[in-house]
């Protein structure tokens, strides 16, 4: 038997909603499986926390999460309680830094049943996978004067070590995939950066010789994410330009309810997080109609993560399934809450077995 043990965040708003239904989706999952265990601890830590004790969580709670081997989080935020910025980095940013999660990893995928803004999706299936420690987010540069002679310089980093491992895990990932990534580069624009990402691209594409490649510029890429989204499998993107392709991505799957997330930890010293896109939604919380499938898609996530593709696999069909057989939340068109979704995923998961 092998058993995980997964920190759970719930956080805010809907994201206490919808990490019930994907935990009891997990436990479903590792019963049907026979040889699987998830032993989940939950953390209160959120804006409510906040307001009880001065802090999102407490002054320990990174060396708490570091023994876990997964850290599986709804949403954070209330600004009706807590700004934002101090919500934000005072767990969630704190977490992907201090824990070394240099890649993010984010799925668009039509769903079965799910209505794209796309006049013509074409079951486009697109991983993007951004860098997510260095590139144009970095706190190198400076301001000076004021008035007419003000002046901002704001500088990217591009190490090669960065590069190219985001570019490995594009590789690995499009290799059990349907072998083509693609680079998103501007090196006709960006004079060093970006010539610099051309050529480790070049280099490390020499490693994989079975995987096909395309490099575009990020204003044509995102251009075809909207007219031929089909033609993509694996993209790799720099930390700015994947935050605004995912966006992208997220607005062609038809809800930012449904779109997974997860921030890998590469070098195994400490625990990935997976966190769905979505936030936590204060206009719809207390309603219990936000849709569950961003965060069991993220479970999923989780699985794959684990060794358990097969697993992921079988339940992004079920979740599939259940979504084209028009059991969904108003988000996407339907009437079902979050819970009857929950439920029909676990019952059609059970039926698996
Ligand atoms: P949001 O993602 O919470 O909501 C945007 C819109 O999408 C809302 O109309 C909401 O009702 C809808 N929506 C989101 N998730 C949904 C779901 N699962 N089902 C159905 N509808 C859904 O973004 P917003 O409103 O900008 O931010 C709200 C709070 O969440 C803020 O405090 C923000 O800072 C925080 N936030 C947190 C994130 C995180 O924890 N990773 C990410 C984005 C925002
Ligand atoms: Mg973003």
Redesign the pocket.
């Known amino acids: 038997m092998r058993t995980f043990e997964i920190a759970v965040i719930p ?5 206490k909603e ?1 990490v019930p239904e994907a935990l009891k989706v997990l436990e479903t999952v590792a019963d049907v499986h026979g040889g699987l265990k998830f032993q989940f601890t939950q953390f209160p830590w959120s804006c409510d926390y906040y307001v009880e004790h001065g802090e999102m969580m407490p002054k320990d709670g990174l060396n708490i999460l570091s023994n876990f081997e997964a850290i599986f ?7 009706k309680l807590i700004p ?1 910025h101090i ?2 980095w005072g767990l ?1 940013i704190k977490i992907r830094r201090e824990f070394e999660q240099v890649i993010n990893i984010r799925p668009a995928k039509l769903l079965k049943g799910v209505t794209s803004p796309l006049v013509n999706p074409n079951d486009f299936d697109i991983i993007v996978v951004r860098e997510n420690s260095e590139g144009e987010y970095s706190e190198i540069g400076g301001r000076i004067h004021k008035g007419e002679d003000e002046m901002a310089i704001q500088n990217a980093v591009f190490t090669r070590k960065g590069v190219e491992r985001a570019m490995r895990y594009a590789f690995e990932l499009a290799k059990k995939r349907r072998g083509h990534v693609t680079s998103a580069t501007k090196s006709n624009g960006i004079f060093h950066s970006m010539p610099f990402w051309d050529l480790v691209f070049k280099d490390v594409k020499e490693d994989y010789p079975d995987v096909d490649t395309a490099s575009y510029h990020i204003d044509a890429l995102a251009a075809f994410f909207v007219t031929r989204p089909h033609i993509f499998d694996v993209i790799v993107a720099s930390n700015l330009f994947g935050d605004i392709l995912t966006d992208l991505g997220g607005a062609i799957m038809g ?4 779109a997974p997330a997860a921030n890998i930890n590469l070098n195994g010293k400490y625990p990935s997080m997976f ?10 919380y207390g309603r219990g ?7 069991i898609w993220t479970a999923k996530m989780m699985l794959d993560h684990f060794g358990e593709d097969e697993l992921g696999k079988k339940l992004l069909k079920v979740m599939e399934d259940v979504t084209g057989d028009g059991i969904k ?3 996407i068109g339907g009437k079902a809450t979050t819970r009857e979704v929950g439920e029909e995923i676990c019952k059609r998961v059970r039926g698996l077995a």
């Not at 809800?255 to 449904?258: A, D, H, R």
């Not at 109609?289 to 965060?295: D, E, F, S, T, Y």
């Open positions: 956080g805010d708003g809907i994201g919808v989080l709804g949403a954070i935020g209330n600004p934002d919500s934000l969630l809800s930012i309810g449904i966190e769905p896109v979505h936030g936590s939604a204060p206009d719809i109609i936000a849709n569950p499938i961003g965060q939340t108003p988000d």
